[in-house]
């Protein structure tokens, strides 16, 4: 095995072994918490630019699937540490082992040992700047300094239709979407226009574009706008950030996710700030206001909402940090969750956030 080392900012080091990539890399190391599903949690767009620590100790053992299975079509983080990499996968759906897909997309697959201290180090101290070196020495990259979702969000206009001629059909903006929110609203019967970040689909000629994709002369082209998930800091990301303003000035029924809860939040007033360290994992409590429900979800984000904005209420809250997790409008149907509905592998106990949503239409 070839010896590789981990540089964090701080000057600390770790040693481990690579079993993936000969390459070196940086960016933000981060830690997720989540003990199954690292095919689909690696293919998140919301994990460019991030070396990604996973506390589950054996990671590996069943492989990974075929892409359909996956949130994207590539791995996502740009790197990945693990305390023990398992190279004997036992799955039926299993195509490839862990290390293979990381050699074949040329991205650093390391082991360290003791991946609960640096997860420790890294709560303690907050979500920094690392580097993994193999091959040789590079400088350290900040991800949260770009627009990284200009970087994973498509780059054309794609259209899905139900055979219904009835459905309702969504605007998904893609600041990163994860696959599985598309799914979630085809399987619920509803046609959707998938657009890139900052396609303005209220602009006229865009509007022609988007007749002619759906073969309608109908004059409400959409019913609705859902604002997906995405990596970085969602001040960057300015131009959705006006096409959400319109959206609700004209009061379409509007939901955001992650990076969209944050975004639709900028939109109507509010503000975000930057977590120590970030909520990764499936297993993140969520209490829905004036209520004693708690909800476990699945959470990818380093940003959260730190000022809500007016006519909005609280809609969910994390039980671990008190950080907000949701807002809903008090008479408009505006809405966002910090948390992912679609969730896969799971939990799907707020998959009803669609449903509800589509309700509003």
């Given at each position: 095995?070839?010896?590789?080392?981990?540089?964090?900012?701080?000057?600390?080091?770790?040693?481990?072994?690579?079993?993936?990539?000969?390459?070196?890399?940086?960016?933000?190391?981060?830690?997720?918490?989540?003990?199954?599903?690292?095919?689909?949690?690696?293919?998140?767009?919301?994990?460019?630019?991030?070396?990604?620590?996973?506390?589950?100790?054996?990671i590996g053992n069943y492989g990974v699937a075929e892409k359909a299975f996956w949130e994207s079509d590539k791995i996502m983080v740009?790197?990945?540490?693990?305390?023990?990499?398992?190279?004997?996968?036992?799955?039926?759906?299993?195509?490839?082992?862990?290390?293979?897909?990381?050699?074949?997309?040329?991205?650093?697959?390391?082991?360290?040992?003791?991946?609960?201290?640096?997860?420790?180090?890294?709560?303690?101290?907050?979500?920094?700047?690392?580097?993994?070196?193999?091959?040789?020495?590079?400088?350290?990259?900040?991800?949260?300094?770009?627009?990284?979702?200009?970087?994973?969000?498509?780059?054309?206009?794609?259209?899905?239709?139900?055979?219904?001629?009835?459905?309702?059909?969504?605007v998904l903006i893609d600041c990163g979407s994860k696959r599985n929110i598309l799914n979630s609203l085809l399987r619920r019967g509803?046609?959707?226009?998938?657009?890139?970040?900052?396609?303005?689909?209220?602009?006229?000629?865009?509007?022609?574009?988007?007749?002619?994709?759906?073969?309608?002369?109908?004059?409400?082209?959409?019913?609705?706008?859902?604002?997906?998930?995405?990596?970085?800091?969602?001040?960057?990301?300015?131009?959705?950030?006006?096409?959400?303003?319109?959206?609700?000035?004209?009061?379409?029924?509007?939901?955001?996710?992650?990076?969209?809860?944050?975004?639709?939040s900028l939109a109507a007033g509010g503000n975000t700030s930057k977590l120590k360290y970030g909520h990764r994992s499936q297993n993140?409590?969520?209490?829905?206001?004036?209520?004693?429900?708690?909800?476990?979800?699945?959470?990818?984000?380093?940003?959260?909402?730190?000022?809500?904005?007016?006519?909005?209420?609280?809609?969910?809250?994390?039980?671990?940090?008190?950080?907000?997790?949701?807002?809903?409008?008090?008479?408009?149907?505006?809405?966002?969750?910090?948390?992912?509905?679609?969730?896969?592998?799971?939990?799907?106990?707020?998959?009803?956030?669609?449903?509800?949503?589509?309700?509003?239409?």
């Amino acid at each position: 095995m070839t010896k590789a080392t981990l540089h964090l900012q701080n000057r600390t080091e770790w040693t481990g072994l690579s079993f993936g990539a000969l390459t070196s890399t940086s960016g933000e190391i981060v830690f997720s918490t989540g003990m199954m599903g690292y095919p689909e949690g690696l293919t998140d767009p919301s994990f460019k630019g991030q070396i990604l620590v996973l506390t589950y100790p054996l990671i590996g053992n069943y492989g990974v699937a075929e892409k359909a299975f996956w949130e994207s079509d590539k791995i996502m983080v740009s790197g990945l540490i693990v305390s023990e990499y398992i190279d004997t996968p036992s799955h039926f759906q299993s195509r490839t082992t862990l290390a293979e897909w990381f050699q074949r997309e040329n991205i650093p697959l390391i082991q360290v040992k003791d991946t609960r201290k640096l997860t420790q180090h890294i709560r303690d101290n907050g979500s920094t700047l690392g580097k993994i070196i193999i091959t040789k020495d590079i400088g350290y990259y900040d991800p949260n300094q770009e627009n990284l979702v200009d970087q994973v969000s498509i780059k054309s206009i794609q259209y899905y239709g139900s055979s219904n001629p009835r459905a309702k059909t969504i605007v998904l903006i893609d600041c990163g979407s994860k696959r599985n929110i598309l799914n979630s609203l085809l399987r619920r019967g509803v046609s959707v226009f998938v657009v890139p970040w900052d396609y303005d689909f209220f602009q006229p000629k865009n509007q022609v574009e988007m007749k002619q994709l759906r073969k309608s002369t109908a004059s409400a082209l959409f019913d609705g706008v859902l604002i997906s998930n995405g990596p970085g800091d969602p001040t960057f990301v300015s131009h959705t950030i006006d096409i959400i303003k319109h959206a609700l000035a004209e009061k379409i029924p509007t939901l955001g996710i992650c990076l969209g809860h944050q975004l639709l939040s900028l939109a109507a007033g509010g503000n975000t700030s930057k977590l120590k360290y970030g909520h990764r994992s499936q297993n993140q409590p969520c209490i829905m206001e004036k209520t004693p429900r708690c909800y476990i979800t699945t959470q990818n984000h380093g940003f959260a909402v730190s000022e809500f904005p007016r006519g909005f209420n609280k809609w969910f809250t994390n039980a671990n940090d008190q950080t907000n997790e949701g807002i809903i409008h008090t008479k408009l149907p505006f809405m966002s969750v910090q948390f992912h509905p679609e969730a896969t592998p799971g939990p799907y106990d707020t998959e009803w956030i669609f449903d509800y949503f589509l309700e509003k239409l």
